[in-house]
């Protein structure tokens, strides 16, 4: 019941807080302004994902230290936590003044946030060999810490990658949040569960100002913020001991930014453009140029998602 609890109590408070940090992020002026790239034609309230975040971490901490004791990972996942969506603000305020954040620091906060899940015990230990009758690879540490940030750090810019369309972001953070929950419960892990439900929880109310014709977005800052936990939550939990359904599932549940993110960095790639700019050549712009409308590319890419999911899925209750 906690783990349900907790997905309640971060929709609850996001759904609450959403009106109100909409006001304020108005009265700031703190908005997105339109630009030939984007999607939206009239400035956009920012700060969406500040309710996402309050809605996280009072319901994942409210419920986690009820089942104690708190894992020490706790804390650097809360530390990684504020420290991107600091950075994510001051990105986004950039934006209002339509100008760039530098990419570097961007990165160096991503990786010093990734290091702090580590540091705390989030990281890769063992790959299981298939077939191998129950015998493991102990990693060197440098490899686990290698592997570990370069997952949390992918992840968290797929996911920035994706927050292109109203409600898609959110709306496909939810379903891989509840993926996450149903592989953390089916593995015992009650705590990782209880983190993936109060962002999922949060998500789910910030959706509902965020879906077409969305009144606030929720910025690099949000986006940011739900890779980051997504991931530390898979490298928490999912990663810690890997074997091949562990990593296979968290790789399908992020399956949507996941595959969208390497075709469009291959393409860039081979065109010789970087990586990090911004453009529209994502699996999103592609369905508005064949004609559909926000809604229904949204909503085909939520299908697409809850595929994965359950793809996902059937390899946990086949294994």
């Not at 309710?51 to 104690?68: E, H, M, R, Y």
């Not at 890779?227 to 549940?253: D, E, N, Q, R, W």
């Amino acid at each position: 019941m906690l783990i349900l609890y907790s997905c309640l109590t971060a929709l609850a408070i996001s759904i609450i807080l959403v009106p109100y940090i909409r006001r304020l992020a108005i009265k700031w002026n703190f908005v997105d302004l339109p630009n030939p790239r984007k999607v939206h034609k009239e400035p956009l309230p920012l700060l969406g994902g500040m309710a996402i975040l309050v809605g996280f971490v009072i319901s994942s901490t409210i419920f986690s230290f009820i089942d104690k004791p708190v894992p020490s990972v706790y804390y650097g996942l809360m530390g990684g936590t504020f420290l991107l969506y600091s950075v994510g603000m001051i990105d986004d305020y950039y934006k209002t003044r339509r100008r760039d954040f530098s990419a570097g620091i961007r990165i160096i906060a991503q990786t010093a946030a990734a290091i702090l899940v580590i540091w705390s015990g989030g990281t890769v230990h063992t790959l299981t060999v298939p077939f191998g009758g129950g015998h493991y690879i102990l990693l060197p540490r440098a490899i686990a810490w290698i592997l570990t940030v370069t997952w949390i750090v992918g992840v968290i810019n797929v996911y920035n990658f994706l927050d292109g369309l109203d409600g898609l972001a959110a709306g496909i953070g939810t379903i891989s949040s509840l993926t996450m929950v149903f592989f953390a419960w089916k593995t015992g892990d009650l705590q990782s569960a209880i983190w993936a439900a109060a962002l999922a929880g949060g998500a789910m109310g910030f959706l509902r100002y965020n879906f077409f014709p969305a009144r606030i977005i929720m910025g690099d800052a949000g986006s940011t913020m739900l890779g980051f936990v997504l991931a530390s939550v898979a490298a928490v939990g999912a990663f810690k001991s890997a074997t091949v359904v562990s990593i296979v599932v968290p790789v399908l549940a992020l399956g949507v930014p996941i595959f969208d993110a390497i075709r469009v960095v291959i393409g860039r790639a081979i065109h010789g453009q970087p990586i990090y700019r911004a453009d529209q050549t994502h699996g999103h712009h592609w369905l508005l140029r064949a004609g559909f409308s926000q809604v229904q590319t949204v909503t085909l890419l939520y299908i697409v998602s809850v595929c994965f999911s359950l793809a996902s899925v059937i390899v946990v209750l086949m294994h």
